[in-house]
């Protein structure tokens, strides 16, 4: 096990951004940046040794200073959807910024975590990422000490572990937005893979996505992958959440939940003996099909599309401020914030 450290180039205001490669026996690298917490090439070895970099991205830091798609990178303070771009604590009303319809999405498009360059602290086969954000910025509440630590694992495990201080009660629901595609980042499309999720039931949304605060069956519709099925399968379903959507873009409530890592999702593909794993301590994961990729160019030339990568993003469920009987995402001096999710590749 390895790890490397270099020197990436530098943000449009001269701070300086590095890369860290995480490498192991197997031959699986993990690439991730300062810059925004972005997990920006993830090389995964099939069962004849050959490596293919399994997420969409970018090949250089500007590209990422823009990124409309938020590839590979950490979101925060909170991730998903917040209805109204607002939101009560203790009494005190808050604004954020109105940047989805009426409503609020990650937080910040400009201004988020992705957006921002953490301290890096190198470990053995990790590298943990800090970043602190002062009161009121964004509109949110609290002076707040944010890290992810990305570590790799002999088995071909990518742990992401979370952890947040505040010094206020404030939102924090982060999750990683990178985008896989089994076959290679450059390949056209995942509406082959064949996905399982271990969910049931589901928050749907109204016209713009903002859960109802409904926990709906999933059973005998469209969203259900509580069998393994091809998520093309039933994309193009006339359904009303997935019309909303463009395809998927749901919310999925994790069976079982109990705060404790278990495995929710797995994926594989045709084509490739690829297969991945995901484990949270989360009760939720949104899956979200690559719908508005659009036609943009990515790494090593690639031009990516809609579809050609897909998004399971473990968190707390959207727009939790204003539904009593979602899970709590507020969090302050009297509770820290702390999840863990792993990303496991296998043949």
């Avoid at 609020?104 to 990422?129: I, M, P, T």
């Amino acid at each position: 096990m390895s790890v490397t450290t270099s020197v990436w180039g530098t943000t449009k205001d001269g701070k300086t951004v590095h890369q860290y490669t995480l490498e192991n026996g197997n031959g699986m690298k993990v690439v991730v940046s300062d810059f925004g917490a972005i997990l920006c090439k993830v090389l995964v070895p099939d069962a004849q040794g050959n490596l293919e970099d399994v997420v969409l991205g970018f090949d250089d830091v500007a590209s990422y200073e823009v990124n409309s798609s938020f590839f590979g990178c950490v979101v925060g303070p909170s991730a998903n959807r917040i209805g109204g771009a607002s939101f009560t604590i203790d009494g005190k009303e808050y604004h954020i910024v109105v940047n989805d319809n009426d409503n609020n999405l990650h937080s910040d498009k400009e201004h988020g975590y992705h957006k921002q360059v953490y301290s890096a602290e190198v470990g053995a086969s990790s590298v943990r990422l800090t970043l602190k954000d002062s009161d009121g910025n964004m509109g949110f509440p609290g002076n707040k000490i944010f890290s992810v630590t990305y570590s790799l694992s002999e088995a071909n495990e990518l742990s992401l572990h979370y952890e947040a201080d505040s010094d206020a009660n404030t939102i924090i629901n982060p999750t990683n937005h990178t985008y896989f595609n089994l076959r290679g980042h450059q390949d056209p499309t995942i509406e082959d893979h064949i996905m399982r999720i271990k969910a049931s039931h589901y928050t749907p949304g109204d016209a713009h996505l903002i859960p109802t605060g409904e926990i709906a069956t999933t059973i005998g519709t469209p969203l259900d992958f509580t069998n393994a099925k091809p998520i093309g399968q039933d994309i193009g379903a006339q359904h009303e959440q997935l019309i909303a959507g463009g395809g998927y873009d749901q919310n999925f409530v994790v069976d079982g939940f109990d705060g404790q890592l278990q495995q929710i999702a797995e994926v594989s593909a045709p084509k490739t003996t690829r297969r991945m794993k995901v484990f949270t301590t989360l009760p939720g994961m949104q899956l979200y099909t690559g719908n508005f990729i659009g036609a943009q160019h990515g790494k090593d030339g690639v031009t990516y599309q809609n579809r050609c990568g897909l998004a399971m993003e473990t968190q707390l469920f959207p727009d939790s401020i204003h539904k009593e009987n979602f899970p709590n995402a507020i969090f302050g001096p009297a509770r820290k914030y702390n999840s863990t999710t792993v990303y496991a590749f296998c043949n």
